[in-house]
């Protein structure tokens, strides 16, 4: 229709990558409105924001119209879920609508969530409810303003009709947007089942898009393999310093490109413990916090045996037997790369610009000090910038047990001496390379990394309740737009930063929306 926002689409994977997935188009809704429009991110994808910002664009975003150029498509996918082999997943209740290259010069997939049943349904209704869409607005754009690479949310909007779930709830489609989202269980829906000419095309695209520097080259698989495995180490780190808990790491929700996806059961920890699971699916733990680099290794090694065939010809026992070799190298390697992201991040976080023999120590010795005695994990990183300011009473004040807390204070302290003395130069005139944050006085450098706000468990449930039970969308707003600032530390800010009641937090539980 002539009054439907424009959308510069540009669909390679539609064009081609036929085999790879259904031409599917959204279903209607009764009564699109849009709840929620991500207007930096519309201008970073070249797209007018105030266009989308009406009733043609609350149509789009809730699939009752269609774009000119868009090309929805239901992506085919497998996965192991919670370690059980699927062959077939794929988008049961999304559609890619198509890509964009934005402002930056980078492709973006624009999909659609809740957009109705697919051929990859398998019995679901292909809906979402309002809650989890909006939960995929604030944890998405809390992990972005906190550098983690992410998927993000572009719009919300309502449909006008219920879903049931284990009630009745208001529906809403997402429309997500993301470098890809090409998974690792991509490749095994193609690998499980021989077609190996797919395979190919799809290794050969996820390579075009993410790594093109590798295309054409004899031994671009593997390489591929090890760049997928050294991006999903960067990441994992990131989500471990932070204390966040993914809840559903199955191979179908690990991105090629090293983005964050689908936010369902995720939660983020409180009082540290590496066992810590809120999923209400999880009943073993297999994805517990301290689970997720496991987790992240075994679902490359799925990836690994997905592309041998690519790298080696089957019937060449000494080719496979290299092949394996070669894939086996990059999966052993994972602990050592991520190892190397986590130790960088928490010296960082210790506001430390040089490395030493005793770091990895002094990491672990606080992590162990904080399970000890169930010290929230977010405040306890960032009062070592009081701390590195003379007030060290703020952050013992966390600790029930003072004196373990002072003993590690004081190694710290005397850490921080050799490092300033190891740096053997003024702030302001380190090397180029070193991060910016090393640049500043210790206590500042310190807030710069550890947050102030992250996304609390029952902060974020009371914004999404108050939304779908009261159509009160103003304590999401206000949430949201503190979390765009997780650094920033404001009188406002003070109780959006406080853990929930102890109790509170054992009864806690995440679902995955579906």
């Known amino acids: 229709m002539a009054d439907t926002p424009v959308f510069p689409f540009d669909n390679s994977f539609a064009r081609e990558l036929p085999a790879a997935g259904v ?96 051929p990859f349904s398998r019995g679901g209704d292909g809906r979402a409810a309002l809650g989890p869409m909006l939960r995929e607005v604030l944890i998405g754009e809390a992990m972005h303003a906190l550098g983690v ?19 009745d709830l208001p529906g809403a489609v997402l429309t997500r947007v993301a470098a890809s989202h090409l998974r690792v269980g991509t490749m095994q829906y193609f690998a499980a089942r021989g077609d190996l000419a797919t395979l190919a095309q799809v290794a050969d695209y996820a390579i075009a898009r993410h790594d093109p520097d590798l295309s054409g080259r004899p031994d671009r698989h593997l390489a591929f393999l090890e760049r997928v495995a050294r991006r999903q180490a960067a990441l994992l780190a990131r989500w471990m310093n932070l204390g966040f808990i993914h809840g559903v790491m199955n191979t179908d929700n690990m991105t090629l490109s090293g983005e964050t996806i689908d936010y369902g059961p995720c939660a983020f920890m409180e009082a540290y413990d590496p066992a810590a699971v809120f999923s209400s699916i999880d009943h073993g733990g297999r994805y517990a916090y301290g ?83 169930a010290v929230d994990v977010t405040l306890a990183w960032r009062r070592l910038a009081d701390a590195a300011e003379g007030r060290a009473e703020a952050w013992l004040a966390l600790f029930p047990q003072a004196g373990p807390a002072a003993a590690w204070l004081d190694r710290w302290a005397s850490r921080c001496a050799d490092d300033d003395a190891a740096s053997g130069v003024p702030a302001a005139d380190v090397a180029a390379d070193v991060p910016v944050h090393a640049a500043l006085p210790r206590g500042l450098a310190l807030r710069a990394v550890n947050p102030f706000l992250i996304p609390r468990n029952h902060r974020v449930e009371e914004a999404l309740a108050a939304a779908s039970d009261d159509g009160d969308l103003q304590p999401f707003q206000q949430l949201l737009q503190a979390l765009q600032q997780p650094y920033e530390e404001s009188p406002a800010s003070v109780p959006l930063a406080q853990p929930a009641p102890a109790s509170v937090t054992a009864a806690y539980q995440t679902f995955c929306g579906t």
């Open 149 to 167: 690479p992410t998927t993000r949310a572009l719009a919300v909007a309502a449909t006008g009709e219920s879903v049931r779930r284990d009630r």
């Open 291 to 373: 689970n997720q680099p496991l987790i992240a290794r075994w679902n490359l090694a799925r990836l690994a045996e997905s592309l041998l065939p690519l790298v080696a010809d089957v019937d060449d026992e000494r080719a496979v037997q290299q092949a394996v070799a070669g894939a086996t190298a990059v999966i052993d390697a994972f602990p050592a790369w991520y190892d190397e992201a986590l130790r960088q991040g928490q010296r960082a976080k210790l506001g430390l610009r040089t490395a030493a023999d005793g770091d990895a120590a002094l990491a672990d010795d606080l992590l162990g000090l904080l399970h000890a005695q």
């Open 23 to 118: 031409t599917w188009p959204p279903a209607p809704v009764a009564a699109p409105a849009l709840v929620y429009l991500n207007r930096p991110l519309a201008e970073a994808l070249g797209l007018d924001a105030e266009a989308l910002d009406s009733a043609a664009g609350a149509a789009v975003f809730a699939g009752n119209r269609v774009p000119a150029g868009a090309s929805p498509v239901a992506q085919a996918y497998a996965g192991h879920q919670f370690g059980g082999f699927s062959p077939q997943l794929g988008d049961g209740r999304a559609l890619l609508l198509g890509e964009i290259v934005g402002r930056d010069g980078l492709r973006r997939d624009v999909a659609l969530k809740g957009s109705g049943r697919t």
